[in-house]
């Protein structure tokens, strides 16, 4: 009998990372479905495609674990075939083929038509903008552009990504329209750099222009806005913001530190000053903004004066939302010729003191939420609760709103207007008031 080679194939994709990771692992998906390949995402399946994350030291040692453990899997006889690709397997691919050569093949970032090759698959470049999408239905990633020019010397993004590439326009008309169709009401912009958008393309800045193409595709409600650059901001996509209801008050701009010595360092071309006024015109022209920041502690020859300056800054800024990782010491960076020179619990003990303090200025500003009404995204029920979010808060990163599912009954994927009746640090509670339809 020749029962295994009756047996049909499932490919199951495993996503680690980003967002950016996400999106690529739903366009792989998109490419297997239109293959007639039975795919699933981080579910069973018996040939495994892993898409890697190396960004820092947890990102690879993650994508590392997971990567042995389905070659045990392989092994044990509970999976046939074991394939790589991502930024994990860009980056290292010589390291990764010697020491785990058990992998069936490994690809890079750049290598889809090989690895649809390997899958039996054939790349179809007619599939534009399609795409098997893994998110709750209401909302899906949209990346404008791949790599990134930028010079930070603490990143390796470049490395295993390439230089910044912009989408053409009309390819992401075409992707958000196709995404609408689907029943996505929020898009969330993403690319290593936002504010670089279309200067390879169209010679200029270009994400307000694309912003006003997106607004018009129907069914599209929210827009927001990952993964700004501080230098060269764009200030024409606050008159957008301003002026289009569909675009969320929120910037997602990372911006790593504060102290003029550490900046110059890190090659992010700007000061405490610029970046101070920069946050300032942000809630002058926008004034009910929401900005999330990210921040780097324990880089090389950051002094407890440097941390001081930091912690001052975060306290006095305010942020909306804030995260904080500690320095990862990456190789082929700029900054991996100078001296990893702060201790590792130092590092840490710094982060907590960032979020601690962050921790009580959420605390704060979601106490003043009390009582006001909110529309809201219901992304899904878990538990006794259903989870929502406000235009001002990003999923999985950002507060949620929760409202007791034994009191009332909500939709996901629908919005809803939502009264707060209660805060915690990162999470509001709330009783629905209606149903709202698209925001006038």
Same mark, same amino acid.
């Not at 080679?5 to 199951?12: G, H």
């Not at 040939?47 to 392989?74: H, M, P, R």
């Not at 939302?321 to 001296?339: D, I, K, P, W």
């Not at 909500?410 to 698209?438: M, R, S």
């Given at each position: 009998?020749?029962?295994?080679?009756?047996?049909?194939?499932?490919?199951?994709?495993?996503?680690?990372?980003?967002?950016?990771?996400?999106?690529?692992?739903?366009?792989?998906?998109?490419? $297997?479905?239109?293959?007639?390949?039975?795919?699933?995402?981080?579910?069973?399946?018996?040939?495994?495609?892993?898409?890697?994350?190396?960004?820092?030291?947890?990102?690879?040692?993650?994508?590392?674990?997971?990567?042995?453990?389905?070659?045990?899997?392989?092994?044990?006889?509970?999976?046939?075939?074991?394939?790589?690709?991502?930024?994990?397997?860009?980056?290292?691919?010589?390291?990764?083929?010697?020491?785990?050569?058990?992998?069936?093949?490994?690809?890079?970032?750049?290598?889809?038509?090989?690895?649809?090759?390997?899958?039996?698959?054939?790349?179809?470049?007619?599939?534009?903008?399609?795409?098997?999408?893994?998110?709750?239905?209401?909302?899906?990633? %949209?990346?404008?552009?791949?790599?990134?020019?930028?010079?930070?010397?603490?990143?390796?993004?470049?490395?295993?990504?390439?230089?910044?590439?912009?989408?053409?326009?009309?390819?992401?008309?075409?992707?958000?329209?196709?995404?609408?169709?689907?029943?996505?009401?929020?898009?969330?912009?993403?690319?290593?750099?936002?504010?670089?958008?279309?200067?390879?393309?169209?010679?200029?800045?270009? %994400?307000?222009?694309? %912003?006003?193409? $997106?607004?018009?595709?129907?069914?599209?409600?929210?827009?927001?806005?990952?993964?700004?650059?501080?230098?060269?901001?764009?200030?024409?996509? $606050?008159?957008?913001?301003?002026?289009?209801?569909?675009?969320?008050?929120?910037?997602?701009?990372?911006?790593?530190?504060?102290?003029?010595?550490?900046?110059?360092?890190?090659?992010?071309?700007?000061?405490?000053?610029?970046?101070?006024?920069?946050?300032?015109?942000?809630?002058?022209?926008?004034?009910?903004?929401?900005?999330?920041?990210?921040?780097?502690?324990?880089?090389?020859?950051?002094?407890?004066?440097?941390?001081?300056?930091?912690?001052?800054?975060?306290?006095?800024?305010?942020?909306?939302?804030?995260?904080?990782?500690?320095?990862?010491?990456?190789?082929?960076?700029?900054?991996?010729? $100078?001296?990893?020179?702060?201790?590792?619990?130092?590092?840490?003990?710094?982060?907590?003191?960032?979020?601690?303090?962050?921790?009580?200025?959420?605390?704060?500003?979601?106490?003043?939420?009390?009582?006001?009404?909110?529309?809201?995204?219901?992304?899904?029920?878990?538990?006794?609760?259903?989870?929502?979010?406000?235009?001002?808060?990003?999923?999985?990163?950002?507060?949620?709103?929760?409202?007791?599912?034994?009191?009332?009954?909500?939709?996901?994927?629908?919005?809803?207007?939502?009264?707060?009746?209660?805060?915690?640090?990162?999470?509001?509670?709330?009783?629905?008031?209606?149903?709202?339809?698209?925001?006038?």
């Amino acid at each position: 009998m020749r029962t295994k080679s009756l047996k049909k194939n499932k490919i199951n994709v495993v996503t680690l990372g980003c967002s950016k990771n996400v999106y690529d692992s739903e366009v792989l998906m998109g490419q $297997l479905r239109a293959n007639d390949k039975d795919v699933v995402h981080e579910e069973e399946g018996n040939i495994v495609v892993i898409n890697t994350c190396g960004f820092i030291d947890n990102a690879k040692e993650e994508s590392v674990n997971t990567i042995l453990e389905y070659v045990e899997k392989k092994e044990a006889g509970e999976v046939d075939k074991v394939f790589v690709t991502g930024c994990l397997s860009e980056r290292y691919k010589p390291d990764l083929q010697k020491e785990i050569p058990d992998v069936d093949a490994y690809f890079g970032t750049s290598e889809l038509p090989s690895l649809l090759k390997a899958l039996e698959a054939d790349y179809k470049h007619e599939l534009i903008g399609e795409r098997m999408t893994t998110t709750p239905k209401n909302y899906a990633y %949209l990346k404008i552009a791949e790599g990134c020019d930028r010079p930070c010397s603490f990143c390796a993004i470049p490395l295993m990504r390439g230089k910044h590439k912009s989408t053409p326009i009309e390819a992401l008309v075409t992707e958000s329209q196709k995404l609408a169709a689907k029943g996505v009401k929020e898009l969330i912009l993403i690319a290593q750099d936002l504010t670089y958008y279309g200067l390879d393309l169209y010679k200029k800045r270009n %994400l307000a222009e694309l %912003l006003q193409e $997106l607004v018009k595709v129907e069914g599209i409600e929210w827009i927001r806005l990952h993964y700004a650059f501080p230098t060269g901001f764009p200030m024409d996509v $606050l008159d957008v913001m301003n002026n289009e209801p569909k675009i969320c008050n929120y910037l997602d701009i990372p911006l790593q530190h504060i102290s003029d010595r550490l900046l110059k360092s890190m090659r992010r071309g700007t000061t405490q000053e610029k970046t101070t006024k920069l946050i300032a015109d942000f809630r002058k022209y926008v004034p009910n903004m929401a900005i999330r920041t990210t921040l780097i502690v324990g880089y090389p020859g950051e002094t407890e004066e440097d941390f001081q300056t930091l912690k001052s800054w975060v306290t006095a800024m305010r942020f909306e939302r804030l995260g904080c990782f500690t320095y990862s010491h990456e190789e082929n960076t700029h900054a991996y010729n $100078l001296v990893d020179d702060v201790p590792e619990e130092v590092k840490q003990e710094r982060a907590n003191e960032i979020m601690e303090i962050q921790s009580q200025i959420s605390w704060e500003l979601n106490q003043e939420k009390i009582g006001k009404t909110f529309r809201c995204i219901i992304d899904r029920k878990e538990g006794n609760y259903f989870v929502g979010r406000t235009e001002f808060d990003s999923p999985d990163v950002d507060n949620e709103v929760l409202i007791d599912a034994a009191k009332f009954y909500l939709k996901q994927g629908e919005f809803a207007l939502i009264k707060i009746t209660d805060a915690a640090d990162f999470d509001l509670y709330g009783e629905p008031v209606e149903l709202v339809g698209p925001k006038k």
